[in-house]
């Protein structure tokens, strides 16, 4: 059974750009969570989506999104690029929202900002 | 709000050395979960257990074992005879009951180094 893909995996922007990265879940899985991981803050949930609807977010600006098409597959965008937004992004899937189904992460993509 | 604290930021210990790391949580729910997941130099986090806050059962699994004290809010996680292949960073994260989702609140992670 295929894992958690992220697509790009490495990718370098200029500031005041706009990045989409993209994250198709474990077959099956329903729902995909986006995370943040800096040096400084550590991970940090960005946002949760289930059956194509946000389920949760975290506490970053309105400069972060994301959506949920219906195939659970999942995009999330960041416009007006700004150097501390340089991080690892990581999607987490799991097969139904709920703290009690274990979250199976995918490798990442690699955002530099310059 | 939940809170998860691992206060050892980085252990070295050389092959076949037990370790633990530890875990300590916050939370006002009375449901809640607790998981520990590893990060190796690649980037991506493995998912190693999932404890519900109602079972304060302590498993055994290979050569990990975790240890789940409610009265002390701890979450702790041994390795025995640790491998160099263990050499990772690890998290401790919380999720609160399913009102909260999927949303996970990780700790600061434990860099573990075992050396030959």
């Known amino acids: 059974k295929a894992g958690v893909t992220q697509t790009p995996r490495y990718l370098i922007k200029t500031r005041g750009q706009q990045v989409t990265l993209s994250c198709s879940p474990i077959?099956?899985?329903?729902?995909v969570s986006w995370y943040q991981q800096t040096p400084g803050q550590g991970l940090q949930f960005l946002f949760e989506?289930?059956?194509?609807?946000?389920?949760n977010k975290g506490n970053f600006p309105g400069r972060f999104s994301g959506r949920q098409f219906s195939n659970s597959r999942s995009e999330m965008n960041v416009s007006t690029l700004e150097l501390g937004d340089s991080a690892l992004y990581l999607c987490?899937?799991?097969?139904?929202?709920?703290?009690?189904?274990?979250?199976?992460f995918g490798p990442g993509t690699r955002l530099t900002v310059t | 709000a939940q809170k998860v604290t691992q206060a050892q930021t980085e252990i070295s210990v050389v092959e076949k050395e037990d370790v633990t790391l530890d875990c300590v949580y916050e939370t006002r729910d009375t449901t809640y979960y607790l998981f520990w997941y590893k990060q190796p130099p690649s980037g991506e986090l493995v998912f190693l257990i999932r404890?519900?806050?109602?079972?304060?059962q302590n498993e055994i699994s290979g050569r990990y074992s975790w240890n789940f004290q409610k009265s002390t809010s701890s979450f702790n996680f041994t390795i025995t005879a640790s491998q160099v292949v263990d050499s990772a960073v690890y998290f401790c994260?919380?999720?609160?009951?399913?009102?909260?989702?999927?949303?996970?609140?990780f700790g600061e992670g434990t860099q573990l180094t075992v050396n030959p």
């Open positions: 987490a899937s799991s097969l139904v929202t709920g703290g009690n189904y274990e979250q199976y």
């Open positions: 077959s099956g899985h329903r729902s």
């Open positions: 404890r519900n806050s109602f079972d304060e």
């Open positions: 994260a919380l999720s609160e009951r399913e009102t909260s989702g999927s949303r996970l609140t």
């Open positions: 989506y289930f059956s194509e609807t946000q389920r």
